[in-house]
């Protein structure tokens, strides 16, 4: 990890609320997942291009990946993590803790709405239009929960529902939904992914793709774009990292669609790494969260600074390109 990330994930780690910590810092089962997309990116290395001068690859290609309750790490919430894009996309949780317009109205950036589709169909179109209302560019359907992970550290703090005070906004005033300090999740099917983009103009994007099967059919059933992703570990304990998985979903996809990689990017070099896979852009999650902790607004600009300046780095010393032959393992 990035030096500079680190002492913000401490500070985080200090001033958060253990249980909220772990909230943010855990993932399902052992945990094995979690700490192999990190361990995923130690395994890989680059192999420069030389005398290609020093061209810089235009465009810092990292979005603010979807997590939710962003009041449990800072007062001001998704506001302040809105408030430091500096142009880069927020992908906004539909869990968040402060209304998708707001966030949208806070943003120097553009901002997508994360979704998770609902049992009754209702409740799911009654957020699109809120997203709609709001100015977002996109929707991010998230597809890897038919059920929620299970959580070791949030069992044993017995922690399963936002404290008293706080609510999931954007759930705030729609008919058929029971509460606001948690979302439900459910089974859905493609017909469900079609339904949805039958009645929005906004690119729907799907979050969650790891099978390049999974990838085909995506492209084929309309979707905008993928993110390569296993919910950060915290779903299913027993999938492989996500840039591990990367490479084949971009080889099935074929450049019908743009690939988002998401989970375990800790520095430049990682964003590197999955450009050089094939990867349009990363996403950066927990990251934001600490730095959001530890500083607000100015947390998470650094959090961004830094990771821009690394990537800036490698792809200069890399010959200002990046592509697959250039990846090697360290073993």
Not at 203 to 230: C, E, M, Q, R, T
Not at 238 to 245: F, N, S, T, Y
Not at 275 to 302: F, I, Y
Request: proline share 5%; with cysteine; aromatic share 6%.
């Amino acid at each position: 990890m990035n030096p500079v990330l680190a002492e913000l994930h401490e500070k985080a780690r200090a001033v958060l609320d253990p249980v909220h910590y772990d909230f943010f810092a855990g993932g399902a089962g052992d945990e094995i997942v979690l700490a192999r997309n990190e361990a995923a990116f130690r395994r890989l290395a680059l192999l420069p291009r030389v005398l290609r001068g020093k061209g810089i690859r235009a465009g810092f290609p990292v979005l603010i990946s979807p997590t939710a309750f962003h009041k449990l790490a800072h007062p001001d919430g998704e506001l302040a993590t809105a408030r430091a894009l500096d142009g880069t996309v927020l992908v906004s949780s539909m869990a968040s803790t402060v209304p998708i317009a707001d966030v949208v109205a806070a943003a120097s950036g553009p901002v997508w709405f994360q979704l998770y589709l609902q049992p009754d169909f209702a409740v799911t179109e009654a957020l699109v239009r809120r997203a709609e209302r709001a100015g977002c560019a996109a929707l991010v359907v998230t597809v890897d929960s038919p059920v929620f992970g299970r959580h070791r550290r949030d069992i044993e703090h017995g922690f399963h529902d936002l404290p008293a005070g706080l609510a999931a906004e954007n759930m705030r005033d729609l008919a058929g939904v029971n509460g606001l300090r948690r979302i439900e999740m459910s089974a859905f099917t493609w017909e469900d992914v079609e339904r949805l983009r039958s009645i929005t103009s906004l690119p729907v994007w799907l979050k969650g793709i790891l099978h390049p099967a999974d990838a085909v059919l995506a492209a084929g059933h309309g979707a905008a774009g993928i993110f390569v992703s296993n919910h950060g570990g915290r779903q299913l304990d027993l999938v492989p990292a996500a840039v591990e998985a990367l490479p084949a979903v971009v080889d099935a996809v074929a450049g019908r669609i743009p690939v988002v990689l998401d989970g375990g990017v800790r520095s430049g070099g990682d964003v590197a790494l999955a450009v050089a896979l094939g990867a349009s852009a990363a996403g950066l999650g927990r990251p934001v969260l600490w730095g959001l902790a530890a500083d607000g607004s100015h947390g998470v600009r650094r959090v961004l600074d830094v990771l821009r300046d690394e990537f800036e780095h490698v792809v200069a010393m890399c010959g200002g390109q990046l592509s697959r032959d250039m990846v090697v393992s360290r073993c």
